[in-house]
């Protein structure tokens, strides 16, 4: 082989793998803003929005059954505890603690929220979906 047929081809496998690794990065972008906004959709209390927005379908009707309890509280804290996200494999996982409470008490409670989310749907129309419940606010 000579360099005029090397050439094109080692373009065109650069061109490849940087569409690739540009496409993961989105992926990755993708993933930070869904969970960052269905994070923010809980902690002002827009469930109805969380739920149409970013759960599963396979999941709304028991995260349905969740809202009017989670509704009761007032949450005064988010926080991020951990977050790993693999956008090759389109799965993501967070830790997140909720502080809140219930009225008429003031006494205010923590629960941990275990998240765990996929990238699905159809090839050109995926997104980042929710694949676990609401948490219990005892």
């Known amino acids: 082989m000579n360099l005029r047929m090397i ?9 490849l ?6 496409e993961i990065a989105k992926i990755g972008t993708e993933c930070e803003n869904s969970t960052k906004d269905y994070n923010r959709l809980v902690r002002w ?26 509704e009761k509280v007032k949450i005064v804290d988010y926080r991020v505890k951990t977050m790993e996200c693999d956008p090759v494999k389109g799965v993501a996982t967070m830790k997140v603690e909720i502080d809140y409470y219930r009225p008429p008490s003031v006494t205010v409670k923590t629960v ?18 929710l694949k676990t419940m609401l948490p219990e606010f005892r």
Request: glycine letters at 6%; a negative charge.
């Open 7 to 15: 050439m094109p081809a080692a373009v065109v496998a650069l061109f």
């Open 17 to 22: 793998n940087g569409c690739a690794t540009m």
């Open 45 to 70: 209390n827009e469930l109805d929005r969380a739920l149409s927005t970013y759960v599963s379908p396979s999941m709304k009707e028991e995260y349905r059954r969740r809202i009017p309890d989670a």
């Open 112 to 129: 941990v929220d275990n998240q765990e989310w996929t990238y699905e749907g159809p090839e050109k129309g995926r997104i980042w979906r």
